[in-house]
């Protein structure tokens, strides 16, 4: 196996990627190279799929595969090989169910099918076979020919793509589809499976992933809004009360209310976990009465937190890890997310689930209340815009943070905690994404009314971001490089690498990044980031603070 995502690779001696039996998530060498070789797969469908749209017969049930398929390769969500081997042969059928209604049509002979070892490739009969073929396809594939900055650069593509397929996947499951995303995908894989070379065009290509990012994470925002409401400035409880209880974990909004759904009115009460706290905010969530509140702390906080909870867990997207032997008969897994032997629950059908609530103690007692605030979405923070701009043009507000991303066990990761809670009391952070566990229930105060920290929601919500940095923007005239806001990024797996890249394709400069760089991005193309883009990695966050407000 050769694996170099996330930014746990860092952690490793040599600092450059998962190589040997087991990666650093706990994703073995097995499943590993089966996702190497379903992303392969991938780039056939793609390059079939383009055909078929040339041929005016564009495939959606294929383009919603190809999200799903690449959602499983993300970090921390899917290690079982089991599921990878039935995926491997499922998109080998997608794509000749693809490549027949390409013959089928009546123009088929004006394009010439595609050729490839992508498009040609046939699925083993054995893992044995699998795992031969996945030998041929690893990330690197080509690293002596090409050299390291082409494979870093597929790389940021592959990777920016798969963070790509998980916003566009969350979007579709809610019943939300784009013929143009569709495209961009097939596009994307498609251009991937040439095994491109050029070093401009590469670069050139990355940003269009950027801007693809853009339209799914806009597309996602309107699922999510379309679907439950407007979030709204909500005070979620972090205490437990007495009863039975569930705990659900994940990104999945849908898979919350089918939940609630089946839940209501038998006495169990619906806990969040990690990226599912801004659940809380959204109008027809909240009105759930036994949605009662907010359980433990950050994805990496999970083995103790599970462990500890009186009732099942569902999990239904990133990020998982190896379940403890306390809660392991308890945990279930839905949508993209698999663990060998653990329970995966399909099409909301969460009767198990509710079983075994039922059979499990639950919390005895209440404990003393206590809240966090969420749901300052772009609706609420714009719908106090008037007060945000006067403050800042009074110079109450000096400085805007945005301290977004994702949480990790790195020990460098106190630099955001120190961050925000470092920022003079003039500043206003803004934060979204796992990372704000760290600081989320320090008192950060008040200025004028507005609250010094607001949190946009999860790192899906990153449009949220976009769209307030740009609404400032137009208010102040300026452009947002110019806006008294500084960019404080935390990366940890590969939505984090689509979301930089729309940053970069939006025009944003001086992002700090950290709490690593990724491995894949090598000094020439950090070299070419920081020139473009003045793209700087963290240092301390003191001096970090100081230079964020000396440039402002
Ligand atoms: Fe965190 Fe995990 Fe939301 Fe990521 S739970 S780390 S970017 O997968 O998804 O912020
Ligand atoms: Fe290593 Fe991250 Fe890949 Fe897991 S996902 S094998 S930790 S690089």
Redesign the pocket.
């Known amino acids: ?1 050769f ?4 930014e ?2 860092t952690r490793l001696p040599s600092g450059d ?2 190589a040997s039996a087991k ?5 073995d060498a097995t499943t ?1 190279d089966l996702q190497d070789l379903l992303v392969h797969a991938v780039k056939g469908v793609a390059q079939q799929a383009r055909r078929a749209r040339a041929l005016g017969v564009p495939d959606h049930e294929a383009g919603a595969f190809m999200l799903h398929a690449l959602f499983t390769t993300l ?2 969500v899917n290690f079982n090989p089991t599921r990878f081997v039935t995926l491997l042969n499922e998109a080998a059928a997608v794509r000749d169910r693809v490549k027949a209604r390409c013959e089928a049509a009546p123009n088929a002979a004006t394009i010439a099918a595609p050729t490839g070892p992508a498009i040609e490739w046939t699925p083993a009969a054995d893992l044995e076979g699998l795992l031969v073929q996945a030998a041929a396809v690893p990330v690197n594939a080509g690293l002596a020919e090409v050299g390291e900055d082409v494979v870093g650069l597929r790389a940021l593509i592959l990777y920016g793509m798969k963070g790509v397929a998980a916003y566009a996947n969350h979007a579709a499951v809610l019943g939300y589809t784009r013929d143009t995303v569709f495209a961009g995908v097939e596009e994307a894989m498609d251009f991937l499976a040439s095994d491109p070379t050029d070093v401009p065009t590469l670069l050139d290509r990355a940003l269009s992933v950027g801007r693809l990012n853009l339209e799914v994470m806009e597309l996602l925002d309107a699922a999510n809004t379309g679907r439950f409401g407007t979030p709204c400035p909500t005070a979620v409880r972090v205490a437990p009360v007495a009863g039975k209880a569930i705990l659900v974990s994940g990104h999945d909004l849908g898979d919350l209310e089918a939940l609630l759904k089946q839940t209501a009115g038998k006495g169990i009460n619906v806990y969040t976990h990690g990226e599912m706290l801004p659940a809380h905010s959204y109008p027809t969530l909240k009105a759930y009465p036994h949605l009662v509140g907010n359980y433990g702390g950050a994805w990496q906080d999970q083995q103790t937190d599970f462990a500890n909870f009186p009732g099942p867990i569902l999990m239904t997207s990133n990020c998982i890890i190896e379940p403890g032997p306390r809660y392991r008969q308890r945990i279930f897994t839905a949508g993209p997310v698999g663990w060998p032997g653990l329970r995966h629950l399909t099409d909301h059908q969460f009767g198990p689930l509710v079983a075994a609530a039922l059979a499990l103690p639950g919390f005895k007692a209440d404990e003393p209340e206590q809240t966090i605030t969420v749901g300052f979405g772009r609706d609420a923070v714009l719908g106090v815009a008037g007060a945000v701009i006067d403050a800042v043009k009074a110079g109450d507000i000096r400085h805007f943070f945005l301290i977004g991303g994702c949480d990790g066990a790195a020990s460098g990761r106190n630099y955001y905690s120190d961050f925000a809670t470092g920022a003079p009391d003039d500043t206003v952070v803004l934060t979204l994404g796992c990372a704000k566990y760290r600081f989320n229930r320090h008192e950060f105060g008040a200025i004028g009314g507005i609250p010094r920290l607001l949190d946009l929601g999860q790192c899906n919500d990153s449009y949220s971001a976009i769209r307030i940095a740009g609404a400032l923007a137009e208010a102040f005239d300026c452009s947002v490089n110019d806006l008294p806001l500084s960019l404080v990024v935390s990366w940890f ?1 590969q939505k984090a690498a689509a979301v930089l890249l729309t940053l970069l394709a939006l025009g944003i400069r001086n992002i700090r990044l950290g709490p690593t760089l990724p491995a894949f991005i090598t000094p020439n193309v950090l070299a070419t980031l920081v020139d473009g883009f003045g793209i700087q990695p963290i240092t301390n966050a003191q001096d970090d603070i100081a230079a964020a407000l000396n440039r402002a």
Do not use: D, F, R, V
């Open positions: 196996m694996c170099y995502q996330c746990q690779t990627g998962c990666g650093l998530c706990g994703k590993a970090t921390n797996e």
